[in-house]
């Protein structure tokens, strides 16, 4: 079956075949600009990965607008999109700063990099207790902008059974998406994939490099006409 990628999504793609060329990202540890090859790398798994999710699947991210759309979310249009996601985005990185999650602008879409060990135990698909402030001030932000679809990615690194890696990785989006949920956010917003070591961001073969694979990613894309 042919799977067509929604039209919210070319500026993403594009961004991803120019190597990211014009994406943003914010050091969730100096809280200063990144403009490094590192971080251009980072940006990029976290586009392919969402893009991936976006368009898999029998629910996908435009099945999703249109319900929206049904049930009375306004759509967003033309210039007024890129203005929408300029404010939330903005919100977000005042909200996030110093708390280890990154921010990513491509194109209309901005991605929540969280660090699997910071949100998780290992093998584990209970988020911490200590992450949950975060997670509230993701909420808080995407309850005020509720003009936007929000896939909740899961991703591993390569090491263990491949099977296993998947399973965890979906496991861990259901209970950032569950716990979100709890915290009022509409249900029919959000979507969950597991992807576990297929879009790797660093070096698997490296203790550093693993540790940025073991990650949670939030996308939130723009509910728009089509």
């Known amino acids: 079956m042919s799977i067509r ?17 014009g994406c943003t990202t914010l050091d969730p540890y100096t ?23 976006l368009v898999s699947g029998s629910d996908a991210v435009e099945r999703r607008q249109r319900a929206l759309i ?22 977000l990185r005042r909200q996030l700063e110093g708390t280890g999650v990154s921010v990513t602008r491509m194109g209309d879409n901005i991605t929540l990099n969280m660090d699997g060990n910071v949100t998780f135990d290992t093998n584990s698909a209970a ?3 200590e992450f949950f402030e975060v997670l509230n001030s993701v909420a808080l932000v995407v309850n005020r902008f ?54 790797p961001v660093a070096d698997n073969a490296t203790v550093e490099g693993r540790a940025l694979n073991r990650r949670v990613e939030i996308t939130l894309v723009p509910v728009t006409a089509g």
């Open 5 to 21: 990628i929604p039209r919210t999504l070319g500026a993403g793609l594009l961004a991803v075949a120019v190597f990211a060329t």
């Open 31 to 53: 809280r200063e600009e990144r403009t490094a090859r590192a971080t251009t790398g980072a940006a990029i798994g976290a586009g392919v990965g969402a893009v991936v999710g």
């Open 70 to 91: 049904g049930a009375g979310v306004g759509a967003l249009a033309g210039g007024a999109i890129g203005a929408y996601m300029d404010r939330q985005e903005a919100e």
């Open 127 to 129: 988020i911490k207790a």
């Open 146 to 199: 509720d003009q936007t679809v929000i896939e909740v990615a899961g991703h591993t690194d390569s090491t263990g059974p491949r099977e296993f890696n998947m399973t965890l990785s979906q496991r861990r989006a259901d209970s950032v998406a569950q716990y979100l949920g709890a915290q009022q956010v509409n249900r029919q917003r959000l979507l969950t994939i597991g992807l576990g070591p297929d879009y």
